[in-house]
T-cell receptor, first 110, second 114 residues
Framework: KAGVTQTPRYLIKTRGQQVTLSCSPISGHRSVSWYQQTPGQGLQFLFEYFSETQRNKGNFPGRFSGRQFSNSRSEMNVSTLELGDSALYLC?????????FGQGTRLTVV | AQKITQTQPGMFVQEKEAVTLDCTYDTSDPSYGLFWYKQPSSGEMIFLIYQGSYDQQNATEGRYSLNFQKARKSANLVISASQLGDSAMYFCAMRAYNFNKFYFGSGTKLNVKP
């Protein structure tokens, strides 16, 4: 069965721009969560969606937002990009005890 | 509060030997899951093994086993017969059961020497 798919794999954006990242979970998985990974802060939880509803939210500014569609695919959006937003963004697809991650989107803000 | 601690920033192991990566955790959730993931330089987080807090037996997946000691709140990963391809970052993670919100440790960088 297909794994978790994140697109795009790589992105370069300029400060002040906005960006949208996509995550398609494993078929049948209704929960998607997002993480930011940086060398300094490690892996930090952004938010979790379940059946199109945000169930949990981490400590990130309002510039970071997300949504989930009826087919469980999820998007996260970052507006007014800052240099510090450069990171690997990972999403995790889950059903019950299973949890699998995508390959990540590496965002570079210049 | 939930917290995961990995005290080994880096480790070396000889090819074909076994290695143990340490992980301790703290949580107030009565039911939780413990995970280990491998992250090569490509960035993908690869699932290795899972242990539920109510599982009586330690989890095993091929060359990976999880040494779960609930009273000590530890969940160490044991890799038997290390291979060169095992060189990567390893993360211990925890979440409340049925919630997709992970808490991660800081990771251990494993280097397998030929």
């Amino acid at each position: 069965k297909a794994g978790v798919t994140q697109t795009p794999r790589y992105l370069i954006k300029t400060r002040g721009q906005q960006v949208t990242l996509s995550c398609s979970p494993i078929s049948g998985h209704r929960s998607v969560s997002w993480y930011q990974q940086t060398p300094g802060q490690g892996l930090q939880f952004l938010f979790e969606y379940f059946s199109e509803t945000q169930r949990n939210k981490g400590n990130f500014p309002g510039r970071f937002s997300g949504r989930q569609f009826s087919n469980s695919r999820s998007e996260m959006n970052v507006s007014t990009l800052e240099l510090g937003d450069s990171a690997l963004y990972l999403c995790a697809s889950s059903k019950g005890g299973d949890a699998f991650f995508g390959q990540g989107t590496r965002l570079t803000v210049v | 509060a939930q917290k995961i601690t990995q005290t080994q920033p880096g480790m070396f192991v000889q090819e074909k030997e076994a290695v143990t990566l340490d992980c301790t955790y703290d949580t107030s959730d009565p039911s939780y899951g413990l995970f280990w993931y491998k992250q090569p330089s490509s960035g993908e987080m690869i699932f290795l093994i899972y242990q539920g807090s109510y599982d009586q037996q330690n989890a095993t997946e091929g060359r990976y086993s999880l040494n779960f000691q609930k009273a000590r709140k530890s969940a160490n990963l044991v890799i038997s017969a290390s291979q060169l391809g095992d060189s990567a970052m390893y993360f211990c993670a925890m979440r409340a059961y049925n919630f997709n919100k992970f808490y991660f440790g800081s990771g251990t960088k494993l280097n397998v020497k030929p």
